[in-house]
């Protein structure tokens, strides 16, 4: 009788080991919604200059997402941040962020207008205190790029209503996410 | 299947009490320090909160396997699993989406709640956001340790838990940060005051804690009134008892909105919860379970080796 019970008291136990194991998984695939890190620069503005053409910068994959992550399509553009820096009473008139994978292949992704005073603080598409247009070839393109992890370059430029002063920079920020498995 | 899943859960597997996050091999950052990342301090609640609900119910309970502790000296040697039913409040939470985006919040998957989708800008095409995944597909979260009973101690005894993934030789440190789960319980015995009680009635309480690398710091503790009655081999109990505890994360979060060191809380709140349990001894076996019901609903079964 007590064998019996002993017996029957260990197949219960392994029994409910085995239903606790099999009630739980890891999500596969499990994706992590990568936010990519100092897709940003700053841009000088030469004195004396009325448009700006500051330049391209290029971000490559190590830049922007950690090595620990598989790439597992998709990717998501959040918000574009431009900031301005230094004192400047006139206005930006047509500035320009373009993105592709060489300065050959650029896309426009945001142009945006306004005084100079006003991005002062950082302005944003999601905020949308200032003119800031998206445009669609340009999300494409950065989002194509981020989901093959290729280089991304990124330039920008436009155009004042009058010459620069001195100590005049733009900061830009692009915030995007990657679907990505760890 | 890919074979990096299954290793990773192979590895998982081998954690005798499992708290049961992802490694990616040769990486050395497993899923759950991976997804933790992309929140801020502010934003990582909703998704966390109930792992850390489900780790304190389930440490909360298994210390009791008798309807009172006995007289003599007595020492055991004991496996103890527990497991906590997720229900489907703790799958999704209400997520703030990023400053501006609209909507301002979405239904996002918390760490038990499965694949999240992409949201996109209800006025502004081509700007999207998605939350990430829950890590845990499970209907019960569960938790397993070894555990050491000495009874017999002027009505009380003593119960010490502990665990290491340092004690699963095929898991390697590269692949899975290091855990660490600790706790002690102590139930004394009432009934050697009162005389002539028509149940046994014992108090008890217990202090747990569970590290997971360097990011994860949970403790708890709960204490709680006990009564049972024992019938020949048999033994039932049941009681009241309040759990709560604190889980600690420390990491460098990437989410735009707030990047940089994160130290912050996330807060059990205390609650009551019923216990029932039940015990069969067999000699120098005893086959022993309880489950606590209240906020979370966790059951422990386990088997006691000893005299």
């Known amino acids: ?182 | 299947m890919t074979p990096g899943f299954a290793r990773r859960r192979a590895a998982i597997v081998g954690v005798a009490f499992g708290v049961l996050f992802t490694a990616t091999p040769a990486r050395g950052q497993s899923g759950l320090e991976s997804v933790i990342q992309q929140f801020s301090g502010a934003t990582i609640q909703g998704y966390i909160q109930p792992l850390a609900d489900a780790l304190v119910a389930n440490l909360s309970i298994g210390y009791i396997n008798s309807t009172i502790p006995g007289r003599k000296l007595s020492i055991s040697v004991e496996l103890i699993g527990m497991t906590a039913a997720v229900d489907d409040a703790m799958r999704v939470y209400s997520a703030a989406t990023p400053t501006g985006f609209q909507p301002a919040t979405i239904d996002a998957p918390t760490i038990f709640g499965g694949p999240a989708t992409e949201v996109q800008h209800s006025s502004i095409p081509g700007l999207s956001y998605r939350p990430s995944d829950g890590l845990v597909d499970a209907e019960y979260f569960p938790t397993f340790g070894p555990q050491i009973r000495v009874g017999g101690l002027l009505g009380t005894e003593v119960v010490l838990r502990y665990a290491s993934s340092s004690m699963v030789p095929v898991l390697k440190e590269e692949d899975f940060p290091d855990l660490t789960l600790l706790g002690i319980g102590l139930q004394h015995s009432l009934t050697q005051y009162i005389k002539g009680l028509p149940l046994e009635l014992s108090i008890g309480g217990s202090f747990n804690s569970i590290k997971f690398g360097d990011i994860v710091d949970l403790s708890s503790t709960s204490y709680g009134i006990n009564v049972g009655k024992s019938f020949g081999l048999f033994g039932v109990s049941g009681g009241v008892q309040s759990d709560g505890g604190t889980m600690n994360l420390t990491y460098d979060s990437t989410d735009p909105n707030g990047a940089g060191d994160v130290d912050v809380d996330i807060d059990v709140k205390r609650a009551l919860r019923f216990r029932v349990g039940a015990s069969l001894s067999l000699a120098f076996l005893r086959l022993f379970g309880d489950a606590a019901f209240g906020g979370v609903t966790s059951y422990a079964a386990g088997l006691r080796f000893g005299f």
């Open chain 1, 1 to 182: 009788m007590l064998a019996r019970l002993t017996k029957t008291a260990l197949v219960a136990l392994v029994a409910m080991s085995g239903l606790g194991a099999s009630c739980f998984s890891i999500t596969d695939p499990f994706v992590v919604a990568v936010n990519l890190k100092d897709i940003k620069a700053t841009y000088n503005v030469t004195p004396g200059t009325v448009t700006f053409d500051p330049g391209c910068i290029t971000k490559n994959p190590a830049d922007y997402i950690g090595s620990n992550f598989d790439v597992a399509g998709g990717g998501q553009l959040v918000d574009v941040i431009v900031k301005s820096n230094g004192t400047f009473a006139g206005n930006i008139t047509s500035g320009q962020i373009r993105i592709g994978g060489s300065t050959q292949a650029l896309q426009t992704l945001v142009t945006y207008s306004g005084s100079w005073a006003a991005f002062n603080t950082p302005q944003s598409l999601l905020q949308r205190n200032t003119t800031m247009t998206l445009n669609q070839a340009g999300v494409t393109t950065l989002k194509s790029l981020i989901q093959n992890t290729s280089p991304i370059v990124i330039c920008h430029g436009g155009a004042l209503s009058q010459a620069a002063g001195t100590g005049m920079s733009i900061d830009l920020s692009i915030f995007a996410q990657v679907n990505a498995t760890p």
